[in-house]
């Protein structure tokens, strides 16, 4: 590695790009524990966000993720009207093979260090399991089975919000909400792209799916009345609204030029592999983009309401706000002529900032 590019990767000058309020290196020789706990912003509320599990091929990587998973946290929170803020943890280790009770326990404690400031939850490589043993260190964990008394399963509500967002953009490019007929492909049927097709199919939409597994594809399509196409050729076929709901940075300058769809609309992470760029391209494109992170909030949202009291039909009224949420977007892009991404960002950082300016006695 040259000296340039060892500089440019360094924990320092990671950190000096961005503007996070805390980051905090955890190490415990005894369980192998190696995580970076990062809090982007805490304006609106604790920072909630996902521990992820990864092997990373760096420390770098890891800290470049967890500083980029945490201030999407933020902007996820405040432009879901939640009051809460943006944080994110990640343990440098295998999942399967790294994992012990000690080690999540551990974690924890470094959780209750934080004393709430981080409030911790469920991501890629963890699962309800660990958030146990997070919770039997720490109360400041969210993501609970409901024999605990958490929120259990998030990806029902995950899959309503990506609905609503869905729904809003529909209404935007055809002037109607209604999905019957409309034809929705849906790339990912795991756990929220199923419950996707799920509600899909309730609102007679004719939906196409494709997956990299091709026995759960079957499956999905014989028990919703899917279309199973292949997942190499989904990207030329035509229909109105794309769905991406397995991985993120889908949304390129090569796969940009292959979409015929007028909408994309879907559960994945980080879907534009870069924001400023391919933003643009849809734009210009006349492709309508439903930020991912406004439309995919609902596993939020979820863990939200079991951070304050949780009650389904709460939680489920929230996700439907993202029907609102969406329109707001596309209308302030479509007046400024800017990209939906943009124009999410900029109602999120507005809304912080108002509320980090409030003046007054409580
Ligand atoms: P999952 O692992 O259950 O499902 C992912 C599915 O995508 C699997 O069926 C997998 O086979 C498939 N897949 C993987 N690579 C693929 C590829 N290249 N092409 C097509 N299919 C591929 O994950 P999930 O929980 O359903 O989450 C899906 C996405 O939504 C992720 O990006 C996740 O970060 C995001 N998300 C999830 C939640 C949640 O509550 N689970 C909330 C918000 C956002």
């Known amino acids: 590695m040259s000296l340039r590019s060892f500089e440019e990767r360094s924990v320092f000058n990671q950190l000096s790009q961005c503007s996070h309020q805390k980051v905090v290196f955890c190490s415990d020789e005894d369980t192998g524990l190696q995580a970076i706990i990062a809090v982007h912003d805490t304006t609106l509320g604790p920072a909630v966000g996902g521990v992820r599990m990864w092997s990373y091929s ?6 470049q993720d967890v500083l980029r998973l945490s201030r999407t946290m933020t902007y996820k929170a405040a432009i879901s009207g939640l009051n809460l803020g943006g944080g994110s943890a990640v ?3 295998n999942n399967r093979t790294d994992k012990s009770e000690a080690l999540m326990r551990r974690f924890g404690r470094f959780v209750r260090s934080l004393n709430g400031t981080y409030i911790a939850g469920e991501d890629l490589g963890t699962s309800p399991r660990d958030m146990e043993y997070i919770r039997m260190e720490t109360k400041h964990v969210t993501g609970l089975p409901e024999s605990l008394g958490g929120s259990g399963d998030p990806t029902p509500t ?3 919000g990506v609905l609503m967002g869905i729904k809003a953009c529909v209404k935007e490019q055809f002037g109607t909400d209604t999905l019957a007929g409309r034809s929705i492909a849906v790339q990912g049927i795991g756990h929220v792209g199923e419950n996707l097709v799920h509600l899909l199919r309730e609102e007679n939409a004719k939906v196409l799916i494709s997956d990299i597994n091709e026995d759960r594809l079957l499956k999905v399509a014989r028990k919703y009345g899917a279309q199973a196409v292949s997942n190499n050729n989904i990207l030329d076929m035509e229909f109105d ?7 993120g940075g889908i949304i390129n300058s090569e796969t940009i030029k292959r979409m015929k769809c007028s909408i994309i609309a879907g559960s994945a992470n980080n879907q534009l592999a870069d924001e400023t760029e391919h933003g643009e391209m849809l734009l210009e494109k006349g492709i309508l983009y439903a930020p991912d992170y406004l439309i995919n909030a609902g596993g ?3 863990c939200y309401s079991e951070l304050y009291g949780y009650s389904r039909k709460r939680t489920m009224q929230l996700a439907e706000n993202i029907y609102s949420a969406t329109l707001r977007v596309l209308k302030k892009s479509k007046s400024e002529n800017i990209p939906t991404h943009k124009a999410a960002n900029m109602i999120a950082e507005t809304r912080i900032a108002d509320i980090r300016n409030l003046k007054g006695a409580y």
Do not use: F, M, Q, S
Not at 58 to 63: G, K, P, Q
Not at 241 to 247: G, I, K
């Open 241 to 247: 609204v794309y769905a991406p709901c397995a991985l």
């Open 158 to 160: 995950a899959a309503k």
């Open 58 to 63: 760096t420390e770098a990587d890891a800290l």
């Open 300 to 302: 939020l949202i979820n």
């Open 91 to 93: 343990i440098i280790g």
